[in-house]
């Protein structure tokens, strides 16, 4: 409890001198931070919500009040959770509409935009198309890639039976976006074309941008560098928004038209910037940059700054708890790299 949220509640502007006397004279109350953060004793505070739920319509008012101090203060996880309580759904969905892509942009958060949308009635996400596609959003970045793909099919009929062009294409690109994190080019080619021709530059250039960007890097997945530079170049002039994503792609594309240098200084740039590459696509081991950078050291012979790029590599797999198979090509760079210096090691030494 805190002396502002019980002064909103109660409409009152003494709480926290009440709140402190309470705990000066032992009642019930224990102090977590000095300055008027405290919590019930644990058995005081079930009796309290007994005798709450005694009068659900009650409790739902101070849900839903509380939530508008907390929509007041943009804590969205705190608002939303009370319109939850309150059973205040339409609630729920709007905030969701305007806020669950910046949650999901939050590290660690996207797990709570599931239990969000998972909240909600059945017969209400049904209907609900932008709360399936963030579904498939959080189900994509826990590796569940054939539901999110369902939940983004989802999504996508429904925005078709709204007619809503703009959704339709958000939920292609969702669908896109899990072949190109499992490294499908060619189911995802025809599904951003799609997604493309539903999508006007001028009106949404930020999302074009973004299509774009997917479109380049499932081009240089095809082994079309050039085609994928020209995307590149599109989605710059559209929007800076996807600045980390683009270079990444163009080190890539420096690396198939063998830009070597280029392509390291490149890298090396994002490495010095500290850039954590947030990209709106989790699944990135095969977009790891220390990986990346321990194949141009492969190239130009650089054996002992491949193997500790790669080393790096598999740090990171193993400290962020990758999905299996990254873990394991992670692995496969780095044993394979470390294998193959032994060997050259040995021919030198023969």
Request: hydrophobic share 40%.
């Amino acid at each position: 409890m805190e002396s502002d949220t019980c002064d909103f509640l109660l409409d009152r502007t003494d709480t926290q001198d009440e709140l402190h006397e309470l705990f000066s004279e032992g009642l019930f109350l224990e102090q977590l931070q000095p300055g008027g953060v405290y919590r019930f004793h644990h058995i005081f505070k079930n009796f309290l919500r007994e005798q709450l739920h005694r009068k659900p319509g009650l409790a739902k008012d101070l849900h839903r009040k509380i939530a508008s101090y907390y929509i007041a203060h943009e804590d969205w996880q705190e608002a939303i959770s009370h319109l939850l309580l309150a059973e205040d759904y339409p609630r729920v969905m709007q905030l969701l509409d305007d806020v669950g892509n910046s949650l999901l942009s939050r590290g660690g958060l996207h797990q709570s935009v599931g239990y969000f949308v998972g909240q909600l009635p059945e017969y209400l996400l049904n209907d609900y198309a932008y709360g399936n596609y963030l579904l498939g959003e959080v189900q994509r970045n826990d590796a569940l890639f054939e539901q999110a793909l369902e939940s983004y099919r989802a999504a996508q009929r429904i925005y078709q039976k709204q007619d809503n062009s703009y959704g339709m294409a958000l939920a292609l690109r969702g669908q896109a976006q899990v072949y190109l994190d499992t490294l499908r080019p060619s189911n995802a080619s025809q599904l951003l074309n799609r997604a493309l021709k539903l999508m006007d530059a001028q009106e949404s250039p930020h999302e074009v941008a973004g299509l774009l960007t997917q479109i380049a890097e499932n081009q240089l997945n095809q082994g079309e560098p050039l085609k994928a530079a020209e995307s590149l170049a599109k989605a710059r002039d559209l929007s800076f928004d996807y600045q980390e994503e683009q270079d990444y792609i163009e080190a890539r594309t420096m690396l198939r038209t063998g830009r070597l240098q280029d392509g390291l200084a490149l890298l090396n740039r994002l490495e010095q910037n500290n850039v954590a590459l947030a990209l709106p696509k989790p699944q990135r081991f095969h977009r790891d940059t220390s990986l990346l950078t321990s194949l141009f050291h492969v190239i130009l012979g650089n054996q002992e700054k491949a193997l500790a790029a790669a080393q790096k590599g598999l740090n990171a797999a193993e400290k962020k708890a990758m999905h299996r198979w990254a873990f394991a090509l992670a692995k496969c760079v780095w044993h394979t790299l470390n294998n193959w210096i032994l060997t050259e090691l040995c021919s030198l030494i023969m």
